[in-house]
């Protein structure tokens, strides 16, 4: 959840920089993404959050 912005995709980066998850928004003025990560292995992931003009924010999400 990004407060007052417009989502428009959301991704699961591994530390390698590879992309393992994308996500675009389907449904137009969207603030809130859930992504499933149980299948994915223990370790340290960066969620972006890119808005639709283009801003991002990333955080660290570490999976254990």
């Given at each position: 959840y990004v407060r007052g912005v417009i989502l428009h995709a959301g991704q699961l980066i591994d530390v390698s920089g590879k992309v393992v998850y994308q996500q675009?928004?389907?449904?137009?003025g969207m603030d809130k993404l859930r992504m499933d990560v149980?299948?994915?292995s223990?370790?340290?992931?960066?969620?972006?959050?890119?808005?639709?003009g283009g801003e991002f924010a990333l955080r660290k999400?570490?999976?254990e």
């Open positions: 675009k928004v389907i449904h137009k149980s299948n994915y223990p370790g340290t992931y960066f969620v972006k959050i890119i808005s639709v999400l570490v999976i």
